[in-house]
């Protein structure tokens, strides 16, 4: 079973906590992550990008010059594609993006992540946060600097939503927070290290 540091709010450490092998202790599924990272990232995009062709750029229709004896090109229409101000040729057009991923894909990918992450001694545990009485990024940035190693990014997860932590965090560049219930394979895989709550950690014992 894989085991994870644990240690106060303030960096004092603790000893060891055991992680469950249900989510910490899986075979990794490589083709799983790819799928569920690559849905997540294809499902933010707007798909709004657009270009106007020949036929729907503003200009004359007309020829706008007779076709031989004046000594320019020729031409057709000052639409074309050759001329500034005229239609794009096979532009980007709205489309969309949205791709189905099965919920059982994104919980192996998921999995497969975090057990990747904990066989290389990249998730902490804290047995607990500060009740703050209102958002102080200070506070969680003096945190990072605890728990990060080369300013490496780290995700700090929680088992619910707390709205000063949310605002204490989303300002910090390296250090992003979220739920167990928000968790995914993408914000897991991008971090250098994952920071989980005791209450999160039950959380994931739950599951088992």
């Not at 189905?100 to 497969?112: E, G, Q």
């Not at 979220?178 to 995914?184: A, E, I, S």
């Amino acid at each position: 079973m894989a085991e994870a540091m644990l240690q106060t709010f303030e960096g004092q450490e603790k000893g060891t906590v055991t992680l469950p092998d249900s989510a910490f202790g899986v075979e990794p599924k490589e083709q799983a992550v790819y799928e569920a990272v690559k849905g997540l990232l294809a499902n933010q995009r707007h798909g709004t990008n657009s270009t106007k062709t020949r036929h729907e750029v503003s200009g004359s229709g007309s020829k706008p010059w007779r076709q031989k004896g004046t000594g320019r090109a020729r031409s057709g229409t000052s639409t074309s594609p050759l001329w500034v101000g005229g239609g794009r040729i096979h532009g980007p057009r709205p489309r969309d993006y949205d791709m189905r991923i099965p919920k059982k894909i994104r919980r192996v990918a998921l999995l497969s992540v975090l057990s990747d992450k904990a066989k290389e001694g990249r998730i902490v545990v804290i047995d607990a946060l500060p009740r703050l009485e209102a958002p102080k990024s200070k506070t969680f940035a003096e945190f990072w600097k605890r728990v990060a190693k080369d300013g490496e990014k780290c995700l700090l997860v929680v088992d619910s939503f707390d709205e000063n932590v949310f605002k204490s965090v989303r300002n910090l560049p390296r250090l992003a927070v979220t739920t167990v219930g928000n968790l995914n394979a993408y914000e897991a895989i991008r971090v250098g290290r994952i920071v989980l709550t005791a209450d999160a950690l039950r959380a994931f014992e739950k599951t088992e």
